[in-house]
């Protein structure tokens, strides 16, 4: 199927792994092409999520609240369910770093606080661990030491990474196109129904069908 894609969208590809090594995540996913994606602000689809407003840094920060950080790396309907229960995690954040010191909840323990010197990031989170040894999905984003996440080796692509880019494929079939590009990884990846994916573009405020109807208008206005 890579033979398909055009010079920008392998780009996009290529530019994915390198987001989720930046990000020290372990596995590739749709996040990662989309911010590999908007590095294309001028191609199609990338130019009409950049017309609604969204930027390579609004969806660094959209991403990094969803799978890397924020509110504990718990997705908005997460931290809804909490808030019904009387517990506001950006309150508890507030209120720990006020106390501890920024980073301090992206910390495993007090060990590592201890031990940490001034000026460093702070650890992995215990959640971002736990994600990342939870068995079974196959969607880890949080490293555990080493490998590619460290800049070593390649980084595989998460499932729903993968099944963006069939979709792309099949956006490029769809609309009877010879070649898969930027155009088609974006709409691709608005047709993703995992729970990340749409916590991502929650974040965003984009509606994933809206973007997709404009990212269609664009092209035929294009054509």
Request: aromatic share 4%; proline share 6%; with cysteine.
């Amino acid at each position: 199927m890579f033979e398909r894609f055009s010079g920008e969208a392998r780009d996009v590809v290529v530019g994915a792994q390198e987001e989720a090594r930046a990000l020290r995540h372990e596995r590739i996913g749709t996040e990662h092409l989309l911010l590999a994606a908007l590095r294309h602000p001028d191609e199609p689809g990338a130019a009409t999520l950049v017309r609604l407003g969204v930027t390579r840094e609004s969806c660094r920060t959209a991403v990094s609240r969803v799978a890397g950080g924020g509110a504990d790396g718990l997705g908005p309907e997460d931290a809804a369910a909490l808030r019904a229960f009387g517990i506001d995690l950006d309150e508890i954040r507030r209120r720990t770093e006020a106390t501890f010191g920024p980073g301090a909840l992206d910390g495993p323990g007090p060990e590592a606080a201890r031990d940490r010197e001034p000026g460093k990031p702070w650890p992995l989170s215990a959640l971002e661990r736990l994600r990342g040894e939870g068995g079974g999905s196959g969607d880890r984003t949080a490293p555990r030491g080493g490998g590619a996440a460290s800049g070593k080796g390649h980084i595989p692509f998460a499932p729903r990474a993968k099944k963006a880019l069939e979709l792309s494929l099949r956006e490029a079939v769809a609309l009877r196109d010879r070649r898969i590009g930027v155009e088609h990884v974006v709409l691709g990846l608005l047709r993703s129904d995992d729970r990340l994916t749409r916590a991502v573009f929650a974040h965003l405020d984009v509606d994933p069908g809206r973007a997709r109807a404009e990212v269609l208008a664009d092209r035929r206005e294009a054509a």
